[in-house]
């Protein structure tokens, strides 16, 4: 750190969706912005699922659409339930380019190029390992004996928030603050891949699974198809994981991957990456007391900015535009006068009065309807043995109403419980 300057405007801890998107804001407004990334360079150290939702984006990027690394446009959602050798399917076709697939790692990439590019300094391969401080205000950060100053840090540093840990911002991670992800990127001709999944030029799959996936405990499987792979992985909420799973998590994935319904998607498939990380899910729990201190904001995952609906996943707009916000509030309070916790008020205000705010408040209480193992066991199984006794017939069809309540006594659900978890999803959801 020798070379670096040892003042700027603005430190942004973590170059990440959060961190890049902040960075590049406060550069093009004419900050001296210094970033500073964990890993070998941007991107190399980001792990998610596969899928963007794009508005976020197109707001903090002009050119977004034109120069990002776009795979896939999401044109095909389906949702299946699985048990055993079989599966029931919700599927839907659409034309809107509301999300794409994509490597985070690329896209990540992409946005530290776009900061640095406006004028933003990267320093790659260092990690932060404090907070330095006059009194209560943040004036900078520290790498083991060295330290540059700032008026202001934005702290993106994900999920693992050790910085803030060690400063005493917000406790250490519980195991019921987050989910465990994996996920394998297998190579599939781009031939193959648009023949088995049914794809137009440009088009891509996004495909949820719920069920034997994860053997019962609470999560879920996804599928995501890309340019020229697939990513194939699932996430289980990690208490649940660390008590009840029976097996290494990976093979879990492989079990997934050569399902009988599955594997034809998979053959003569190679693997090309395996990545597990965690996942911010209980949001309100894993939250900082205050998301705006004296010099110091809170963005992204550190903050737990993801939505988990079970049918989707938001982590990476959420990411992004919440450092799109905190270069907003940080540019606001420049002109106030100063970087105090009062004039960065600004922040969680606008936070309040963003999407991520909104949606995160409307589906409050999510992650305790993700604990009803029913949802991941008698269900999934139930919705089988429905669809199975309305189409495999011999001679007699099956009314609909005695059907329903047939499979759901055979998977011991009984009406009162149908019914007050039926109001419990309709709550929630």
Known sequence: MAEIPNKFDVIVIGAGPAGSASAYYLATKGFKVLMLERGRSPGSKNVFGGRVYVAPLREIFSDFEKTAPIHRWVTRERMSFMYGNELVSLDYEGNDHKSFTTYLSQLVAWMALKAETAGVSIVNDITVTGLLKEGNKVIGIKSGNESVKADVVIDAEGVNRLVLESAGTVPPLKPS?????????????????????????????????????????????????????????????????????????????????????????????????????????????????????????????????????????????????????????????????????????????????????????????????????????????????????????????QKIFNTVLASAKENGVGPFTLISDGIEVIRYL
């Open 177 to 397: 603050n987050v989910a465990l992800g994996v996920k394998e990127v297998v190579k599939v001709n781009p031939e193959v891949l648009a023949n088995e999944f049914g794809l137009g030029d440009g088009e891509g799959m996004a495909w949820s699974l719920m069920g034997d996936v994860t053997s019962g405990l609470p999560g879920g499987g996804f599928i995501y198809t890309n340019k020229d792979s697939v990513s194939i992985g699932l996430v289980m909420l990690l208490d649940n994981a660390i008590s009840g799973a029976n097996d290494e998590v990976y093979r879990y994935v492989e079990r997934l991957k050569a399902h009988p319904k599955l594997n034809k998607y998979f053959k003569d498939s190679r693997i090309m990456e395996y990545s597990a990380h965690l996942i911010p899910e209980d949001v309100w729990s894993l939250r900082p007391p205050k998301l705006a201190y004296d010099g110091l904001l809170i963005a992204g995952d550190a903050a737990g900015f993801l939505l988990n609906l079970g049918y989707t996943y938001r982590g990476v707009d959420f990411a992004a535009y919440s450092g799109y916000l905190a270069g907003k509030a940080i540019e606001q309070a420049h002109e106030l006068g100063g970087m105090s916790a009062i004039n960065l008020a600004a922040y969680p205000k606008l936070l309040d009065q963003s999407f991520i705010m909104k949606n995160l408040k409307r589906f409050n209480g999510t992650n305790k309807l993700m604990h009803n193992r029913r949802l991941f066991t008698a269900y999934p199984a139930m919705m089988v043995s429905l669809m199975k006794r309305i189409y495999s017939l011999d001679y007699e069809s």
